[in-house]
């Protein structure tokens, strides 16, 4: 169970008058639970999902992550003078199988959001950490969906890094920009990390496919990307 210090939720018990007009149904391996004061769900290792009575006074739930989300990082490249995003392809089965994303994370108890940045990047890629700047985009930190993510807290979000490359790091390899041989680890401990994040690849892409991607996050963090250049342009 999770220190409940780090996991305090805005959810409250639902009181007994209030149990009738419950919108939401709690079903506990298979059957369906009539009257529920508060639910938890929780995990030490990325937060607690709570289900009652909500802030504005009606039954609902809310997911608190540790940090109140987790970080984000944008590699970049210019390419010919076109901006180039890193995207890793990996398989997330709740978008349906393959999809390109840029990598991210959850914060690990303790750590804070730069710490996650690197060592998302470095497991998720297999770069070496000590090889590559994190630069912290500007930004307020964010919420992916206020209806059900808790960022109530100062300081809470998920946060958006950047890293940039250089052209000569890259090369064209069947017609698709990657990384040239000998960049990436190939160490045993990289490739257990990519194979448990079920990732089959990292590749640099154009800034407008990147923007069509399915994936929020990688939107927004090209989003704060273009606005971080184009300030310090």
Known sequence: MPDSSLFK?????????????RGWAVTLNGQTVPEVSTLEISNAKFGVVSYGNTPPGY???????I????SVIVPYVSIDGVLHIGVLEQARHNQGGKVLNVPRGFLAPG?????AARREFSEETGHDPRKIEVIPLPGEPMNCNSAFFETAEKGEGVRFFAVHFHSNELETRDGVCVFREGVLKSDEASK??????QILG???IRYE??????DMFTVAGVGRLIVHIGMNT
């Open 202 to 204: 990292c590749r640099f």
């Open 192 to 197: 257990a990390a990519k194979l448990a994040e």
């Open 9 to 21: 939720s805005l959810i409250t018990p639902i009181p007994a008058e209030k149990q009738e007009k």
């Open 59 to 65: 039954d609902g739930w809310s997911f608190k992550e």
């Open 209 to 214: 496919e990147a923007l069509r991607l399915s």
């Open 111 to 115: 750590e804070s959001h730069f710490q």
């Open 67 to 70: 940090g109140g989300g987790g």
